[in-house]
């Protein structure tokens, strides 16, 4: 049997600038906090907290002592969330990814200019809360283009942005649904030279330019391992990509998720995963299937 592990997958740079934020700060600083997990990831968020991170809610800073460092992980967070950490004396360690803190300038601009905010995505993602705030909370937030006909006032100028983490499919399709009945509809758009933004949204260009590539990787396995955590949206998205170019993709949080089945009369199995996947997760795994698997 031979187990590859996709070399396309692993953390984003947004990703891996905040854990190094973290592991910066823990090699000075006995404890520290983050601001809900740090990435969805148990595996990772668990390695984190061995090493001193405890995971928190804006709500736990009565509790915490003044003059503790919160890290604000790459989701990013609403304006009321540094409001309360200045009103407790928190010290805040901003880890946010500067894609997101992009969007979160653009929105900002479009709300001061009295525009109607629509943006594709889960209402209640860490990512989109904050993007709501930058709004007073006003945004409109969709996932289908059903919802956007439902709730859009079509009379206002409106700007579309996405969920950095979303399908471009489905982004494209509201766009189209909104342009048809909106005569002053703009799509936030980023100029940023170092990523890679598809038909000018915002979805995160490592995202969405995995697409290619994983679709060409699921073809050539006889069957895929998807690896991520269960809360990852970009891991939905990715997963299915995987699992339409390949039926037999199975999704595996750990290893105590593989099904012995799966491997049964397979000699090449594809291992991947979400852009908040560790490279050492999927390692483990390989060598987990190749010793218990592979004969």
């Avoid at 009321?80 to 990814?97: H, N, R, V």
Wanted: hydrophobic share 40%; with cysteine; net charge negative.
């Amino acid at each position: 049997m031979e187990v590859t592990v996709d070399k396309s997958a692993g953390f984003c740079w947004g990703v891996v600038r905040a854990v190094e934020f973290a592991e910066n700060e823990l090699s000075v600083t006995p404890k520290m906090y983050s601001l809900g997990e740090i990435i969805h990831n148990s595996t990772e968020v668990e390695r984190l907290k061995k090493a001193g991170l405890t995971t928190v809610t804006v709500e736990d800073f009565a509790k915490i002592e003044r003059g503790s460092k919160v890290l604000i992980r790459a989701h990013g967070e609403p304006p009321s969330t540094y409001k309360a950490a200045f009103e407790y004396g928190i010290e805040l360690i901003d880890a946010t990814c500067p894609v997101v803190t992009k969007v979160q300038e653009r929105i900002r601009k479009y709300t001061e200019k009295g525009f109607q905010v629509v943006i594709f995505g889960k209402k209640d993602h860490a990512e989109v809360i904050g993007l709501r705030g930058v709004t007073d909370d006003e945004a409109i937030v969709v996932l289908s283009v059903k919802e956007a006909l439902e709730t859009v006032n079509f009379t206002k100028p409106t700007v579309l942005f996405s969920q950095t983490t979303m399908d471009k499919e489905t982004f494209s399709a509201i766009k189209t649904a909104l342009e048809e009945r909106i005569a002053n509809l703009e799509v936030g758009s980023l100029e940023e030279e170092a990523i890679e933004f598809h038909a000018k949204n915002t979805i995160c260009g490592q995202v969405s330019g995995r697409d290619k590539k994983l679709r060409e990787f699921a073809k050539a396995n006889d069957i895929m391992i998807f690896t991520a955590g269960k809360k990852s949206s970009n891991g939905k998205v990715l997963f299915n990509i995987a699992k339409e170019e390949n039926e037999k993709t199975y999704f595996a949080e750990t290893i105590d998720d593989l099904n012995p089945e799966w491997f049964l009369n397979v000699t090449k199995v594809g291992i991947t995963g979400a852009t908040s996947t560790p490279q050492w997760v999927m390692t483990q795994m390989k060598e987990y299937i190749e010793r218990n698997f592979g004969l």
